[in-house]
């Protein structure tokens, strides 16, 4: 037993001094020494990252790692420096590239990992960093749901449009059921010119305001002369942020009617705005409504057909809300951020699906079927019987969605989800301002300053200005 004592005292021994020989992490990470770090910026120039590090062995290999606060994705980004034993070293982020810009409010997250030739490595802890545009002296009104920045008005107009955005949030959360899960910011710049130097560099003199979902930051341009109208734009600007917090999901999008409805239903519950009710009103008279089906899709770019889109889309949004309920507009929003397909989700929330829903609407202000679509309990057998045909409406019906949901990620495309785009000149065309190259992480949302025909002329119901 004594000597079986002695071989295991023996092998302790031993196994002591081969680990002794071997570095442990916390041994390896005390060679490298941060002597100083920290992070500057000029506000749609550039953010730059500096870093000062010392080691017992060279230093071979720094990164930058960085990624928006609340979001999953982080940029990696390897730091030129010359290798030593001593190192500074910077790494910019250039803000005048489309593909990098951050807007006002930006909040990243940033760390280094340092590695020496001998192996040892070092990851600092993460820093948080907010962004803000420092050319003027922000005043700010905060709760725990959202941070409103002004500068240009008296504090009764800053105090307007925060009791607003809070009535707007309570509206969102009873109606449809989307409860606010990230704090937003919105930052609402004196006036156009302002605001157009606050974006990127490649935004078309027509932007009026965006929403940046992925952000979740609104930036518009209220000139306090232009209170009313500031009200409507930055609340169906934030409702975006707070549908996309509710259902965003790496596999569909929502159909585009239910989106901007529920936008242009938050600015008023009770009746449509007077920027889209004379046109609405108008097509029903007419009998000219687009389907349901049509609306799932991009807006059109004709601004009275895009006028329109918004009026009946936010109508429709109405119908469900009094028809069906809010715990079914919820239950709808919650199918959704699944990534359901768009009838999917309508027949599991409301037991109808898109040509259905369409027809109870159309039934409400008086209009008949829409040609070719079958609404009692024949339709169903006949459904039922030939599901292949189902199917491929389905496929159809989504198979432009999924490329959507990529470009949002790829910020050098146009992406469609989120971002709402105010602005346009009245003689910006439609066409011109669909075509154009959007802000990063961003839906195109024409709500608010469609120009309406008259006589020849082109007049701008909200200011002289279009929404995207």
Same mark, same amino acid.
């Given at each position: 037993?004594?000597?079986?004592?002695?071989?295991?005292?023996?092998?302790?021994?031993?196994?002591?001094?081969?680990?002794?020989?071997?570095?442990?992490?916390?041994?390896?990470?005390?060679?490298?020494?941060?002597?100083?770090?920290?992070?500057?910026?000029?506000?749609?120039?550039?953010?730059?990252?500096?870093?000062?590090?010392?080691?017992?062995?060279? %230093?071979?290999?720094?990164?930058?790692?960085?990624?928006?606060?609340?979001?999953?994705?982080?940029?990696?980004?390897?730091?030129?420096?010359?290798?030593?034993? #001593?190192?500074?070293?910077?790494?910019?982020?250039?803000?005048?590239?489309?593909?990098?810009?951050?807007?006002?409010?930006?909040?990243?997250?940033?760390?280094?990992?340092?590695?020496?030739?001998?192996?040892?490595?070092?990851?600092?802890?993460?820093?948080?960093?907010?962004?803000?545009?420092?050319?003027?002296?922000?005043?700010?009104?905060?709760?725990?749901?959202?941070?409103?920045?002004?500068?240009?008005?008296?504090?009764?107009?800053?105090?307007?449009?925060?009791?607003?955005?809070?009535?707007?949030?309570?509206?969102?959360?009873?109606?449809?059921?989307?409860? %606010?899960?990230?704090?937003?910011?919105?930052?609402?710049?004196?006036?156009?010119?302002?605001?157009?130097?606050?974006?990127?560099?490649?935004?078309?003199?027509?932007?009026? *305001?965006?929403?940046?979902?992925?952000?979740?930051?609104?930036?518009?341009?209220?000139?306090?002369?232009?209170?009313?109208? *500031?009200?409507?734009?930055?609340?169906?600007?934030?409702?975006? /942020?707070?549908?996309?917090?509710?259902?965003?999901?790496?596999?569909?999008? /929502?159909?585009?009617?239910?989106?901007? *409805?529920?936008?242009?239903?938050?600015?008023?519950?009770?009746?449509?705005?007077?920027?889209?009710?004379?046109?609405?009103?108008?097509?029903?008279?007419?009998?000219?409504?687009?389907?349901?089906?049509?609306? #799932?899709?991009?807006?059109?770019?004709?601004?009275?057909?895009?006028?329109?889109?918004?009026?009946?889309?936010?109508?429709?949004?109405?119908? %469900?809300?009094?028809?069906?309920?809010?715990?079914?507009?919820?239950?709808? /929003?919650?199918?959704?951020?699944?990534?359901?397909?768009?009838?999917?989700?309508?027949?599991?929330?409301?037991?109808?699906?898109?040509?259905?829903?369409?027809?109870?609407?159309?039934? #409400?202000?008086?209009?008949?079927?829409?040609?070719?679509?079958?609404?009692?309990?024949?339709?169903?057998?006949?459904?039922?019987?030939?599901?292949?045909?189902?199917?491929?409406?389905?496929?159809?019906?989504?198979?432009?969605?999924?490329?959507?949901?990529?470009?949002?990620?790829?910020?050098?495309?146009?992406?469609?989800? *989120?971002?709402? %785009?105010?602005?346009?000149?009245?003689?910006?065309?439609?066409?011109?301002?669909?075509?154009?190259?959007?802000?990063?992480?961003?839906?195109?949302?024409?709500?608010?300053?469609?120009?309406?025909?008259?006589?020849?002329?082109?007049?701008?119901?909200?200011?002289?200005?279009?929404?995207?």
């Amino acid at each position: 037993m004594g000597q079986i004592k002695q071989i295991a005292k023996i092998f302790f021994v031993v196994s002591g001094l081969l680990l002794a020989g071997l570095p442990s992490a916390s041994l390896a990470q005390e060679t490298i020494t941060v002597v100083d770090q920290g992070w500057e910026a000029t506000f749609r120039d550039n953010i730059t990252f500096t870093l000062e590090a010392t080691s017992e062995a060279e %230093i071979v290999e720094i990164d930058l790692f960085y990624q928006i606060v609340g979001q999953i994705a982080t940029s990696r980004n390897a730091v030129d420096f010359t290798p030593g034993t #001593s190192v500074q070293t910077n790494f910019v982020i250039d803000q005048t590239d489309p593909s990098n810009y951050s807007p006002p409010g930006t909040e990243l997250q940033y760390w280094w990992k340092i590695v020496d030739s001998a192996g040892n490595e070092l990851k600092t802890e993460k820093e948080t960093l907010l962004y803000i545009d420092t050319r003027h002296d922000w005043q700010t009104l905060e709760n725990e749901r959202l941070t409103l920045y002004w500068y240009n008005g008296d504090d009764s107009f800053g105090q307007s449009l925060f009791d607003r955005a809070n009535e707007a949030l309570d509206t969102l959360e009873t109606d449809v059921g989307a409860v %606010i899960e990230q704090p937003i910011k919105i930052f609402i710049y004196g006036g156009h010119e302002d605001l157009l130097g606050a974006l990127q560099v490649s935004a078309q003199e027509w932007t009026g *305001g965006v929403a940046f979902t992925e952000y979740g930051v609104v930036v518009i341009g209220i000139d306090p002369r232009q209170l009313d109208w *500031g009200l409507n734009a930055m609340t169906h600007e934030m409702t975006h /942020l707070i549908i996309h917090q509710k259902t965003v999901n790496p596999f569909g999008d /929502l159909p585009r009617w239910l989106d901007e *409805g529920i936008a242009v239903y938050n600015e008023n519950q009770d009746e449509l705005d007077d920027d889209f009710r004379a046109i609405f009103e108008r097509a029903v008279e007419d009998n000219e409504l687009m389907t349901l089906r049509t609306l #799932s899709s991009p807006f059109p770019a004709d601004p009275l057909q895009a006028n329109l889109a918004y009026g009946q889309s936010g109508a429709v949004v109405k119908y %469900i809300i009094d028809t069906y309920g809010s715990e079914k507009m919820a239950n709808l /929003l919650d199918i959704f951020s699944e990534g359901a397909l768009y009838d999917e989700a309508l027949e599991q929330a409301l037991g109808v699906n898109t040509d259905m829903l369409d027809n109870e609407f159309r039934a #409400s202000v008086g209009l008949p079927p829409l040609p070719g679509t079958e609404t009692d309990a024949a339709a169903t057998v006949s459904e039922e019987a030939a599901p292949a045909e189902i199917e491929v409406t389905e496929a159809e019906e989504n198979s432009e969605r999924l490329p959507v949901v990529e470009e949002e990620i790829d910020t050098e495309s146009a992406p469609d989800e *989120g971002v709402s %785009i105010s602005g346009a000149s009245s003689e910006a065309s439609g066409q011109e301002a669909t075509e154009s190259k959007r802000a990063p992480f961003g839906l195109s949302c024409l709500t608010g300053l469609i120009p309406l025909f008259f006589l020849g002329l082109v007049i701008s119901r909200r200011q002289g200005w279009v929404w995207q």
